[in-house]
């Protein structure tokens, strides 16, 4: 099991390729990929069973990224664990690469394709009923927007997952509060997020989701025998770990420039530091 420290110094590492990835690429939904990295870190690195050297074996845990525009994070993390190779990370946003804009199935530890929002629960709600139909004891882990939860297949997925009892599925919400025309309380209230979710029959947590010590935590502590589908209310922050862009709802989508680019290098690589001190 990863340690806390080596997480943190790890979510650094990562935030540090993302930075460099979406500068490279020249494209990228850099905001929310940085709000949701501490989370992914935790995930692959510390809660999720899967092997890069079998990406399909049986009994895999499943893992879907509904919010599919924050896909660079994710490939961040992919290679880090050795699921997909450095070179393709070069070529992001080059003509021809294999990784797009929104994660696919041919990317080896993908699931399904995302990025059409509020698809992403109903699938796995799909995969939890397939794991308590068949016997088998993967858990599936889903990680969505704020901003997505207006979308109304959501709510569907909600109620069956609590009418089949799905207490093998964890679904997170990435609760940065904006999405790309703003706060997601003017374009569509979606509090309380906690109340609304706990009337579906979920069993509600929050977090908050900048922390690795309270993501461990939290998903570490999940009952996966009480009958219950979780979800788990992650508090975080909008371009979390760049100063320029935390809470600024203009890089939810947004492309640094040399400056911009050699500040963020600056102050993720200070902290890099203090871990080999």
Same mark, same amino acid.
């Given at each position: 099991?990863?340690?806390?420290?080596?997480?943190?110094?790890?979510?650094?590492?990562?935030?540090?390729?993302?930075?460099?990835?979406?500068?490279?690429?020249?494209?990228?939904?850099?905001?929310?990929?940085?709000?949701?990295?501490? %989370?992914?870190?935790?995930?692959?690195?510390?809660?999720?069973?899967?092997?890069?050297?079998?990406?399909?074996?049986?009994g895999r845990d499943r893992f879907i990224l509904s919010k599919g525009h924050c896909a660079e994070a994710l490939y961040c993390v992919l290679a880090d664990k050795g699921?997909? @190779?450095?070179?393709?990370?070069?070529?992001?946003?080059? !003509?021809?690469? &294999?990784?797009?804009?929104?994660?696919?199935?041919?990317?080896?530890? %993908?699931?399904?394709?995302?990025? @059409?929002?509020?698809?992403?629960?109903?699938?796995?709600?799909?995969?939890?009923?397939?794991?308590?139909?068949?016997?088998?004891?993967?858990?599936?882990?889903?990680?969505?927007?704020?901003?997505?939860?207006?979308?109304?297949?959501?709510?569907?997925?909600?109620?069956?997952?609590?009418?089949?009892?799905?207490?093998?599925?964890?679904?997170?919400?990435?609760?940065?509060?904006?999405?790309?025309?703003?706060?997601?309380? !003017?374009?569509?209230?979606?509090?309380?997020?906690?109340?609304?979710?706990?009337?579906?029959?979920? !069993? %509600?947590?929050?977090?908050?989701?900048?922390?690795?010590?309270?993501?461990?935590?939290?998903?570490?502590?999940? !009952?996966?025998?009480?009958?219950?589908? &979780?979800?788990?209310?992650?508090?975080?922050?909008?371009?979390?770990? %760049?100063?320029?862009?935390?809470?600024? @709802?203009?890089? &939810?989508?947004?492309?640094?420039?040399?400056?911009?680019?050699?500040?963020?290098?600056?102050?993720?690589?200070?902290?890099?530091?203090?871990?080999?001190?």
């Amino acid at each position: 099991m990863t340690g806390i420290i080596e997480l943190e110094r790890k979510s650094e590492e990562l935030r540090l390729k993302l930075v460099d990835l979406v500068y490279s690429g020249k494209t990228g939904h850099i905001g929310g990929d940085l709000s949701v990295l501490n %989370v992914l870190t935790v995930l692959y690195h510390r809660i999720l069973n899967v092997d890069p050297g079998q990406p399909r074996m049986k009994g895999r845990d499943r893992f879907i990224l509904s919010k599919g525009h924050c896909a660079e994070a994710l490939y961040c993390v992919l290679a880090d664990k050795g699921f997909v @190779a450095q070179q393709e990370l070069d070529e992001y946003g080059k !003509d021809h690469a &294999h990784l797009g804009g929104h994660p696919d199935v041919t990317i080896p530890g %993908v699931e399904i394709n995302t990025g @059409a929002l509020g698809h992403g629960l109903s699938a796995g709600v799909g995969m939890a009923l397939g794991a308590k139909l068949s016997g088998e004891a993967y858990k599936t882990y889903v990680v969505m927007g704020d901003g997505e939860q207006a979308e109304g297949s959501i709510y569907e997925a909600a109620m069956a997952a609590n009418k089949y009892h799905l207490d093998n599925l964890v679904a997170i919400i990435d609760r940065n509060r904006l999405q790309i025309s703003g706060s997601t309380e !003017d374009i569509m209230p979606i509090e309380s997020i906690n109340a609304r979710w706990t009337a579906f029959g979920w !069993d %509600v947590k929050e977090m908050n989701g900048n922390d690795i010590t309270e993501i461990a935590a939290t998903l570490e502590g999940v !009952d996966f025998k009480n009958g219950r589908p &979780h979800l788990i209310i992650s508090n975080t922050t909008k371009g979390y770990g %760049v100063s320029f862009m935390e809470n600024v @709802a203009k890089w &939810h989508h947004g492309v640094l420039n040399a400056e911009q680019h050699q500040t963020a290098v600056n102050e993720i690589s200070a902290r890099i530091s203090k871990y080999h001190s």
